[in-house]
């Protein structure tokens, strides 16, 4: 990095206090601070590989429901996945809840104040204790997020990918180097804020950047390169067939497991497509199955295809009974935590059926 951290420092914080989004995890006039420690753990695990814009309406509906980390503690997991619904990566929902409760039973109901404490809780790494103890009660702590690391990577001209071993301790170290002595939660906020708005992963706005004097890669010419891409890897297709099977107005729902991808959540009758012979899997209880359609949906490591019969029950019996099941209307499904592509599977129900 150009010039002294110092100075770096004092520019970035300047601008900050300027043109700061108004956020409402963030103190400003209307909520002066301090920052309740909770309300700073709510917001940050939300934030993990989502997007600010989709995080807020979320983060306002949760607090508001669980307000406190003991509302959060004592509900059902379920009513926690039906209010973490479409936001997605759900377990970070279930690890939010199973620190609350482990805030509750080792820390008095307070959230502990230091990095090594924060990662003893379920779902905190050490970006996320670097954020909660920093910005919550501004321990002298680094982080390093997806922003962090490029806006960093820009400063001192890393050319290499910024994920390798060698990289991450650098760019960890870096991070710690150029904390300033106090203010140190703005400070941080200031560099996620600088590589959010400023420091973009593409098109980064130079020209208005605070710290441009300080940067190495634009100096060389290089930001629009910098960091270097991540490969590209083939994303596998999972085939699925769902099943939605009526009776007497209701539709029938299955608890998927308790672990893994959707984990306690509820899905019209799903099963895995026989990927030989492409031959339905569905036991003969159903009567007359129709195709309705097909469900994209893509995820960061893989995209799934859903399938999609409609059928009425025979004689009213169950396809299965390995796992949990109830018969409910369409207009009562809000009721129950659902993943989004059966989500768009009950619209095309209401529209099939309107």
Same mark, same amino acid.
């Given at each position: 990095?150009?010039?002294?951290?110092?100075?770096?420092?004092?520019?970035?914080?300047?601008?900050?206090?300027?043109?700061?989004?108004?956020?409402?995890?963030?103190?400003?006039?209307?909520?002066?601070?301090?920052?309740?420690?909770?309300?700073?753990?709510?917001?940050?695990?939300?934030?993990?590989?989502?997007?600010?814009?989709?995080?807020?309406?979320?983060?306002?509906?949760?607090?508001?429901?669980?307000?406190?980390?003991?509302?959060?503690?004592?509900?059902?997991?379920?009513?926690?996945?039906?209010?973490?619904?479409?936001?997605?990566?759900?377990?970070?929902?279930?690890? $939010?809840?199973?620190? #609350?409760?482990? @805030? %509750?039973?080792?820390? *008095?109901?307070?959230?502990?104040?230091?990095?090594?404490?924060? &990662?003893?809780?379920?779902?905190?790494?050490?970006?996320?204790?670097?954020?909660?103890?920093?910005?919550?009660?501004?321990?002298?702590?680094?982080?390093?997020?997806?922003?962090?690391?490029?806006?960093?990577?820009?400063?001192?001209?890393?050319r290499t990918d910024p994920r390798s071993r060698d990289?991450?301790?650098? $760019?960890?170290?870096? #991070?710690?180097? @150029? %904390?300033?002595?106090? *203010?140190?939660?703005?400070?941080?906020?200031?560099?996620?804020? &600088?590589?959010?708005?400023?420091?973009?992963?593409?098109?980064?706005?130079?020209?208005?950047?605070?710290?441009?004097?300080?940067?190495?890669?634009?100096?060389?010419g290089m930001q629009e390169s910098i960091p270097a891409?991540?490969?590209?890897?083939?994303?596998?297709?999972?085939?699925?067939?769902?099943?939605?099977?009526?009776?007497?107005?209701?539709?029938? @729902?299955?608890?998927?497991?308790?672990?893994?991808?959707?984990?306690?959540?509820?899905?019209?009758?799903?099963?895995?497509?026989?990927?030989?012979?492409?031959?339905?899997?569905?036991?003969?209880?159903?009567?007359?199955?129709?195709?309705?359609?097909?469900?994209?949906?893509?995820?960061?490591?893989?995209?799934?295809?859903?399938?999609?019969?409609?059928?009425?029950?025979?004689?009213?019996?169950?396809?299965?009974?390995?796992?949990?099941?109830?018969?409910?209307?369409?207009?009562?499904?809000?009721?129950?935590?659902?993943?989004?592509?059966?989500?768009?599977?009950?619209?095309?129900?209401?529209?099939?059926?309107?």
């Amino acid at each position: 990095m150009l010039l002294s951290t110092k100075t770096f420092g004092r520019r970035l914080l300047e601008w900050y206090m300027k043109h700061r989004r108004d956020l409402p995890w963030r103190c400003n006039a209307q909520r002066p601070g301090p920052l309740d420690p909770y309300h700073v753990l709510v917001s940050e695990t939300m934030l993990q590989q989502t997007q600010v814009a989709t995080v807020v309406p979320y983060y306002l509906r949760f607090l508001a429901r669980f307000p406190k980390v003991a509302d959060l503690a004592e509900v059902d997991e379920q009513e926690v996945l039906r209010l973490w619904q479409g936001l997605g990566y759900y377990s970070r929902a279930r690890n $939010l809840q199973s620190a #609350a409760r482990k @805030i %509750l039973s080792d820390h *008095g109901g307070k959230l502990p104040r230091t990095r090594d404490e924060l &990662l003893g809780l379920p779902g905190i790494g050490r970006y996320t204790a670097g954020a909660i103890a920093s910005i919550a009660f501004d321990q002298r702590v680094p982080i390093l997020d997806g922003n962090v690391t490029r806006v960093l990577c820009r400063l001192d001209n890393i050319r290499t990918d910024p994920r390798s071993r060698d990289n991450q301790n650098i $760019l960890w170290t870096k #991070a710690e180097e @150029i %904390l300033p002595s106090k *203010g140190i939660g703005d400070f941080n906020s200031a560099l996620m804020e &600088l590589g959010a708005t400023v420091c973009t992963p593409r098109n980064p706005q130079c020209l208005l950047c605070p710290v441009q004097k300080h940067c190495e890669a634009f100096a060389a010419g290089m930001q629009e390169s910098i960091p270097a891409p991540r490969k590209a890897k083939p994303t596998p297709l999972c085939r699925r067939q769902t099943y939605c099977i009526s009776r007497a107005g209701k539709w029938l @729902i299955e608890q998927r497991p308790p672990r893994g991808r959707w984990a306690g959540m509820w899905q019209f009758i799903t099963i895995e497509t026989a990927q030989s012979s492409g031959e339905s899997l569905f036991p003969l209880s159903v009567l007359r199955p129709r195709r309705l359609g097909l469900v994209s949906h893509a995820l960061t490591h893989r995209r799934y295809e859903f399938e999609i019969f409609i059928a009425r029950s025979r004689n009213g019996d169950l396809p299965r009974s390995d796992r949990p099941t109830q018969w409910v209307k369409l207009d009562d499904l809000h009721r129950y935590p659902v993943p989004r592509p059966h989500v768009k599977i009950a619209a095309m129900l209401r529209d099939e059926t309107a």
